[in-house]
């Protein structure tokens, strides 16, 4: 991805240096945990379903536990990063795209794009929707309106998900920002009253169809951003199908558990949310990504 000269947000808030981080892992529950422990966390959190916070995520963090306080007196310091390291600067250039190109889609349809911050953590960090972890996977906060990401999940994604790339990377920052589209949109509201008269089941039926459009709403961005800055190369698109395919349901459950189990299910098979990343970049349309009004995903 060509990336660099672009435009860079002012919207990132770097609280990389605040504390709640530590060493190379995460923690989680006062827990220090490797990488490799970082999905069995996050499978665990799903299988638990317990729902005190609601945030909407990448991976299967949405809508489930936000784990309780962690014991910050073991925490190591955190050792501060650097201001202006090349993947800050990255992430910058994808959001100030992002402002871009919601902010002409909603011109268009009448509305006022309102730009969310971004904040970079690492560790842990308290939010509008309680506490946030690394383990969780980057976050969209609808009560304060912020994407959460800690840096170190690029490492995740990479060496532990098999999704390299700077667009795959650029794919998960433009999910979460999906998020914020239906929170402005008013969809996140009505999803959330509805979850809340569903089933288990039905609520995790919901929260598939909400996580496919982040991922359509993400190809929107991605085919009205290349139309901007011309900055995929050709084996770019076809890595953040690469991403999008190793973390649907599916294959996150084959990697930590023998089982898939479908009626757990949050954020739709591999193939599902390839599928609609592909539709919202075909049309670069967000009348193609109802996925509320799909008979079929
Ligand atoms: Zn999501």
Redesign the pocket.
Known sequence: MRWEGNRESDNVEDRRSDGGGGGGGFRFGGIHLGIGGVLIVLIGSWLFGVNPMTV????NG?STSAPASQDQSVSQPAQAPPTNDPLANFVRTVLASTEDVWGAILQQAGRTYERPHLVLFRGAIETGCGGGESAMGP??CPQDRRVYIDLGFYETLRNRLGSPGDAAQAYVIA??I??HVQKLMGISDKVEAMRAQQSRVQANATSVR??LQ??CYAGVWAFHSQEQNHWFEKNDIPLVLNAASHIGDDALQKMSQARVMPESFT?GTSAQRVSWFERGYASGRVDDCDTFDAATL
Do not use: P, Q
Request: aromatic share 18%; charged share 25%.
């Open positions: 909407f995520s990448l991976l949405d976050f969209y999910h979460e999906g998020h909400v996580e982040a991922d954020h």
